[in-house]
């Protein structure tokens, strides 16, 4: 009897550990996980249906947000391509590497533009610390699979900035074509008719297959959806027997969103398939709002290249089920450059003790304890940006400067001083211009952005063109 007493305390005690365990464990992170950082090009917060699209179908993304968390209030550093991915890569704000807009800063016509703009870098200095390489140092093989944008070559490529390989990127913005041949110098030419997005998606599914025994960090930035809009003709076909809904009508543009999502499910599966589901965090994320003329970005006004919503907030799903709940929702700000502390936080690795990053980590808001410290969110465009053919007036947009603090969100135009302020939460698509009826609010919002700037070492455009003729 005592043999008997004696095994079934064991057995209580046993349950009673795993009991008083398994919540403490839940929800914690997995040793050195896996981490894939899935980015879309030009994919707007509203061509998702997990954000309310009834047009664009996104079956496999819908499933990603169900297993995980979808934040509602996600921004890039910026309106455009190349400077979202030197944050995401640095963790800093674009006046600390230089790069704040695409090629020059000196678009459109120099008639039209009232200022000198600020010059522009056009590819990452070496001399800054990326998160592959902190990742890397850690023990991480690292990937980058599709579109890079930030320079080329040895001296500027991916495998210059801690990445162990490269397919497919340089520093172009764009593919020529969607459809094989690529002409891209990184990417081996598939046989024609190969679609880009199934490629960039077989190369990813390949290097998990090849690194599934070890910590990886793949980051996989589709040159979908950017223009040329090309897609596969059956896809078409399927949209085009479909009612738009919402100024969503492009039935090519939809197939390439349909495509992007189907490679989306393959990554999936694979993790799925190898066992690697549970230690693998996947990521996706988008470089800035959806191309004016192709999508619309309603609710959200403006599109891509303006600093309203629609140019820089952004779908985001993070998901690695047993430690994300799922199907959970946040809708706290978070931006381009947090990614770099929460990765790192969720890696395990200790940021390097020289290392200063503007981010800040949301690795507790995913785990459901807590929120990030409360802060500002800033933006500085000191450049121009022509209107897309076809688009209204001459800019999507000026030399200006960004604030949102809590709900409310501060614009400030450098060519004429013009202030604009607009409640995000009583009114998305800013259309209510309150700065006459907020001036004390406003001007505490805008001394914030101004000592940040100083800060930052952001620099302003205040000479006036000698081309300028006023309309």
Request: proline residues 7%; charged residues 25%; negative net charge.
């Amino acid at each position: 009897m005592h043999s008997v007493d004696r095994k079934w305390g064991l057995l209580l005690v046993t349950l009673l550990i795993l009991f008083i365990s398994g919540p403490l464990l839940a929800g914690s992170w997995p040793e050195k996980p896996n981490i894939v950082l899935i980015l879309a090009d030009d994919l707007g917060w509203s061509d998702v249906s997990f954000m309310g699209s009834q047009y664009y179908e996104t079956p496999h993304l819908d499933q990603l947000a169900r297993e995980g968390m979808k934040f509602t209030n996600a921004y890039t550093n910026a309106p455009n391509c190349a400077p979202t991915r030197a944050c995401l890569m640095t963790g800093l704000y674009t006046p600390r590497h230089g790069i704040f807009t695409v090629g020059t800063s000196e678009r459109g016509e120099s008639r039209n533009r009232k200022l000198i703009p600020i010059p522009n870098k056009t590819e990452l200095d070496p001399r800054f610390t990326t998160l592959p390489e902190v990742l890397k140092a850690a023990g991480y093989h690292t990937a980058s699979i599709g579109k890079w944008h930030l320079g080329k070559g040895k001296e500027g490529g991916p495998q210059a900035h801690g990445f162990d390989l490269n397919i497919g990127g340089d520093n172009e913005g764009r593919t020529r074509s969607h459809f094989a041949p690529y002409h891209n110098p990184n990417l081996e030419e598939g046989p024609d008719g190969e679609y880009l997005t199934d490629r960039l998606t077989d190369e990813a599914i390949h290097y998990i297959e090849a690194h599934q025994s070890s910590p990886f960090f793949l980051y996989l930035p589709h040159y979908a959806v950017h223009t040329p809009i090309q897609a596969k003709e059956e896809k078409i076909e399927k949209y085009r027997n479909k009612s738009p809904h919402g100024g969503q009508n492009n039935p090519t543009y939809a197939a390439m969103i349909e495509s992007l999502d189907e490679g989306v499910g393959r990554i999936m599966e694979t993790l799925d398939r190898l066992d690697l589901r549970r230690k693998t965090l996947v990521i996706f994320f988008s470089d800035n709002g959806g191309h004016g003329g192709i999508t619309s970005n309603a609710p959200l006004r403006g599109m891509k290249g303006m600093l309203y919503e629609g140019g820089i907030r952004v779908p985001l799903v993070l998901s690695l089920p047993g430690t994300i709940a799922q199907d959970s929702v946040s809708d706290t700000p978070v931006i381009g450059i947090d990614f770099f502390p929460t990765l790192l936080e969720i890696a395990g690795v200790a940021k390097p003790a020289d290392l200063n990053l503007d981010g800040l980590s949301f690795a507790s808001l995913l785990l459901g304890e807590g929120q990030p410290s409360d802060r500002s969110l800033f933006w500085h465009f000191p450049g121009y940006l022509q209107m897309f053919e076809g688009g209204e007036g001459v800019w999507r947009t000026t030399p200006v400067g960004v604030i949102r603090k809590g709900g409310w969100k501060l614009m400030e135009f450098f060519e004429d001083g013009n202030l604009e302020l607009y409640n995000l939460e009583d009114d998305l698509g800013e259309q209510h211009n309150l700065i006459d009826d907020h001036h004390e609010l406003a001007q505490e919002l805008l001394s914030e952005m101004r000592s940040w700037r100083k800060k930052t070492g952001a620099k302003l455009p205040n000479e006036t063109n000698p081309d300028y003729v006023k309309n």
